[in-house]
């Protein structure tokens, strides 16, 4: 418990809620579910920072999906982004013909995602769609926006709800701001 309230400590500040949190998920559950009615999509989780989202997403969701792991990696252990995007993880099934929608924690500068997309939209995907539980519009270099998120926040570097910095805080259950003295150290 020490460990944790250290870890809320460090937030600058609380920016949504686990209620808030709870909420999102479902609505946007209910909107894929109406989207792809007649389909069962392959939603793919990017690790390791979308597990939590992830597993909250696919629970609700009314119609039949099936769930692949991925990761990838643009990011060294700092608060900003690298350019280059390393697949670390394939999926284990095919996604040819498949309706793919990436599940992704965070689209940011959009490189990651942006590239993802195209990695399976050239390995004969039907369709790729994205769903960001959050958008960091402000900071995005590419032409690309989410199709589905929860939430578009401001220029911060943000943690929990499966979000890391450093591999810290992705237990927290709601989401903050993580104090820029911790990342200026
Ligand atoms: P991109 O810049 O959109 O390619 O984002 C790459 C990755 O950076 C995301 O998938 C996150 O894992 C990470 N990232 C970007 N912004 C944040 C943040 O505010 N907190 C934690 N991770 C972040």
């Given amino acids: ?8 400590a460090d937030l600058e500040r609380l920016l949504f809620t686990e209620e808030e949190i709870r ?23 990017v690790l390791k920072g979308a597990c939590v989202f992830f597993s909250d997403l696919i629970r609700a969701i009314d119609t039949p999906v099936s769930i692949d792991f991925i990761a990838a990696s643009s990011y060294g252990g700092g608060t900003r982004p690298q350019h280059e995007v390393i697949l670390k993880h394939e999926p284990s099934q095919s996604v040819k ?7 992704e924690d965070i689209m940011d500068t959009g490189n990651t995602l942006l ?3 195209r990695f399976f939209e050239e390995t004969g995907a039907a ?8 958008d960091k519009p402000s900071r995005r270099c590419v032409p690309l ?10 220029d911060a570097f943000v943690v929990g709800y499966g979000l890391d910095y450093d ?9 903050g701001i993580l104090s820029p ?5």
């Fill in 127 to 134: 369709s790729v769609r994205i769903a960001a539980l959050l």
């Fill in 167 to 175: 591999e810290q805080y992705r237990s927290l259950p709601e989401i």
């Fill in 181 to 185: 003295t911790v990342w200026d150290k």
């Fill in 1 to 8: 418990m020490e460990i944790k309230r250290k870890q809320y």
């Fill in 97 to 103: 013909g498949r309706d793919v929608i990436l599940v």
């Fill in 115 to 117: 590239c993802l997309k």
């Fill in 23 to 45: 909420s999102a998920v479902q609505t946007l559950g209910a909107r894929i579910s109406a989207d792809y009615e007649d389909k069962e999509p392959l939603l793919i989780c």
């Fill in 145 to 154: 926006q989410p199709d589905y998120s929860c939430f578009t926040i401001p």
